[in-house]
């Protein structure tokens, strides 16, 4: 019979396997790492009893429960859809007017329309909707065809400059590289552009230089901004005395659009969303100045 060898460190008996001089201890495994295994096994069956869980050859078993989670997920799609449809109605029946008076319906707007216009609209306008260079902040006054929510969708359903048979056209012309003003008329006109909305450019030196701007801009410029340079919402030509600026308003910024023109671009969203999705973008769009203030 053989003696049980023990470890003289730990006094713990010995299986008799050893490797390159190292002893291997007959150890149990800890009694908190059976309990665990137990409770674990124990739950697995219970599971397999009361859930659904084994695959058969063309079902599976059902479980004492009875749970089925896909016809809970069909429940929750069904219940979703009556709830949106209740609303959607609403947005598609009611007028702008209305919709802004429900509280409950504006709720669902800002919601509904935050998601929509950072799938659509956020990549040119920014997650805030406060537009970035080259496009426009959504959230001030300033509107090129107008802020009303009901301007703001249709300028969606028909884009700018797009391909839409019925689209907003606008261009400003390139009058110096076309050659219908010289270098100095677009450096007079700039700097008595930048006068209307900067005070401080209007000074005894640049006098002559802004009279002569303004007399070129009488005959060149007024057909679209107005004789005041307050713009024109019918053709989408903006106002000139404000502080809003889509391309800069610093003078050599001033000087590049005159002589080498602009022509915007927004496309048609009529082709993409719904009706009922334009006038909740519409909605929300015309709801950020709100916000801002």
């Keep these: ?15 008799g396997h050893e490797w390159n001089g190292i002893k291997e201890l007959d ?9 665990f295994i137990i409770v674990t096994h124990v739950w697995a069956l219970l599971w397999w ?11 599976y078993t059902k479980g004492i429960l009875g749970i ?30 209305q919709i802004q008076s429900n509280v409950d319906l504006m709720r669902v707007v800002r919601s509904t329309g935050r998601q ?11 997650s805030d909707g406060r537009g970035r260079a080259n496009y426009p902040d959504l959230t001030d006054d300033d ?23 019925n689209t907003r056209v606008a261009q ?22 930048q006068s209307l909305s900067n005070p401080a450019v209007s000074t005894p030196q640049n006098g002559p230089q802004i009279h002569a701007g303004r007399e070129t801009f009488l005959t060149t410029c007024a057909a679209c901004h107005g004789e005041d340079g307050k713009g024109n919402r019918e053709v989408g030509a903006p106002n000139l005395t404000d502080q809003f600026w889509l391309y800069g308003g610093d003078l050599q910024t001033i000087i ?15 082709e993409r969303l719904t009706p009922a999705e334009i006038k909740i973008l519409a909605l929300y769009v015309n709801s950020l100045r709100d916000a801002k203030r």
């Design 49 to 59: 009893i009361l859930m659904p869980t084994w695959p058969m050859v063309t079902t």
């Design 256 to 270: 590049n659009t005159i002589h080498g023109g602009r022509q915007g671009h927004m496309p048609t969203w009529d």
């Design 68 to 97: 089925d989670q896909r016809q809970a997920v069909q429940q929750d799609l069904v219940a979703a859809q009556a709830e949106r449809a209740a609303w959607m109605k609403a947005i598609e029946t009611d007028t702008y007017e």
């Design 172 to 193: 400003m012309p390139a009058f110096g590289r076309d050659a219908m003003l010289d270098r100095t008329q677009v450096a007079n006109v700039a700097t008595y552009v």
């Design 116 to 126: 929509l216009f950072g799938d659509n609209c956020a990549a040119c306008h920014g």
């Design 143 to 165: 509107w090129l065809w107008g802020g009303e929510v009901d301007k703001i969708a249709e300028t969606m359903r028909l884009g700018i400059n797009s391909r839409h048979q």
């Design 1 to 15: 019979m053989a003696v049980e060898e023990r470890d003289p460190v730990s006094g713990r008996p010995t299986t």
């Design 27 to 35: 150890t149990p495994v800890p009694r908190g790492v059976l309990m």
